[in-house]
């Protein structure tokens, strides 16, 4: 939509999008919990994966500013919350895809929805394109298709298709933004409780990443925003991964353990597995109680020093044996995709087919949770509906 919106300012153009779904914007309405977390004002090049330097270009010359400008113009009002997201006043998604979708009815911009490309060939100098309502000629054509994430909402794998029909590679893809399938022996018991934690990836003694935010215990492992962030690095790690968790990153070691020597001597009738009263989720409280093998037979004065050192070594770093992430059906993202160097970054013009740009998702480019992969589809659109020039 971007991107035709773009073109469609020289009025020359006549501009065609092609939507193979039902209606424009479909997987919009998802986003941001169906609030549409449209972008975030600290977008830059550190936050994304993949071709980040790649993506500078696009980043700088569309910026998270100019996004908000843009909206704004189209009647779009927008609040910014923690961490530089930024929704919709209406905390509605549907919002910023009604906005979009008006702005589309322009004169020289014809929409097909429930279009879905079949084929697209190099015709003379421009390209020809098959869909089932017969076959259309272009003189530049943007690839906009997306990944494969979010295969429920319509993620599918055209993109890549068309474009490797172009001459384009692409690198392995992984499920990013999605959930952490982990041993579920504890996880299991826990499914529904939220907690804000210091989470670690690691494999053995090493720490490979390390986010902090907000977690939630599903039945199949953990999920949660400081999950998404991390499930990047868990889909592509391999082997071996471990998630260590820490429910008082606020505290250190020794700090901890003076508040469960405080609770064993103000409260010393309480069960010993609800020392973590007060501090944490009772639910969470009693499984960390278990993980370090403290029982409620006991009393919280019955507590030994060691007991007390391993309550506090439970609850800083509570590991969880990682067997996976959610696959594309769930995920928000594709991490990875059409090779960025195949394409010039001043423009997102194909270096192997002139005339043929591509943008978005698609390409090998990711980022973070929080509203950077869309600020990545405006930033890019924005540069590929340009058309090189």
């Given amino acids: ?28 309405l998802a986003t941001g919990n169906g ?34 400008s843009f909206f704004e113009g189209l009647g779009l009002l927008c609040s910014r919350e923690y961490g530089g997201r930024v929704y919709p006043r209406s905390n509605q998604a549907n919002s910023v895809v009604d906005v979009l979708r008006f702005a589309l009815e322009r004169p020289n911009i014809r929409v097909l929805t429930g279009c879905a490309v079949e084929s697209v060939k190099r015709c003379g100098m421009g390209f020809a394109v098959d869909c089932a ?73 090493k720490k490979l990443e390390q986010k902090t935010g907000e977690l939630l215990f599903t039945e199949t492992g953990v999920s949660g925003t400081v999950i998404f962030e991390l499930s990047r690095a868990v889909a592509c790690g391999g082997e071996g991964l471990e998630l260590s968790l820490d429910f008082m990153p606020y505290m250190d070691s020794e700090a901890v353990l003076r508040h469960l020597r405080a609770r ?37 004065s019955q507590l030994g020093e060691t007991q007390l050192q391993n309550l506090a070594a439970a609850c800083r770093d509570f590991r969880l044996r990682v067997t996976g992430v959610s696959g594309f059906e769930s995920a ?48 890019s659109g924005r540069l590929a509906g340009r058309l090189g020039k």
């Avoid at 330097?53 to 980043?59: G, Q, T, V, Y």
């Avoid at 010393?268 to 501090?279: K, Y």
């Fill in 1 to 28: 939509m971007m991107a035709a919106l773009t073109a469609a300012q020289d009025g020359e153009n006549r501009v065609t999008l092609m939507e193979r779904q039902a209606r424009v914007g479909r997987k919009l």
């Fill in 35 to 68: 609030r549409c977390n449209l972008t975030n004002t600290e977008a830059g090049p550190e936050h994304y994966h993949g071709g980040a330097d790649f993506a500078e270009c696009a980043l700088r010359a569309f910026t998270p500013e100019d996004t908000l």
């Fill in 133 to 205: 309502e017969g076959e259309f000629r272009a003189d530049k054509l943007v690839v906009a298709c997306g990944g494969c994430a979010g295969s429920k909402l319509g993620g599918v794998m055209d993109g890549y298709e068309i474009l490797a029909s172009l001459g384009h590679s692409r690198t392995a893809l992984y499920p990013a933004l999605t959930q952490v399938r982990t041993d579920t022996a504890y996880p299991r018991s826990l499914k529904g409780v939220r907690a804000s934690c210091c989470v670690s990836l690691r494999r053995g003694k």
């Fill in 264 to 300: 064993r001597e103000n409260a010393p009738e309480l069960p010993a597995n609800q020392i973590f009263v007060g501090a944490l989720h009772n639910r969470l409280g009693q499984m960390l109680c278990k993980y370090a093998g403290v029982g409620g037979d006991l009393t919280a």
């Fill in 332 to 379: 928000q993202v594709t991490a990875g995709g059409i090779k960025t160097g195949e394409f010039v970054p001043e423009t997102l013009e194909s270096r192997l087919a002139p005339g043929l740009f591509a943008c978005g998702e698609v390409l090998d480019v990711d980022g973070d949770c929080g509203g950077y992969n869309l600020q990545w589809a405006w930033s």
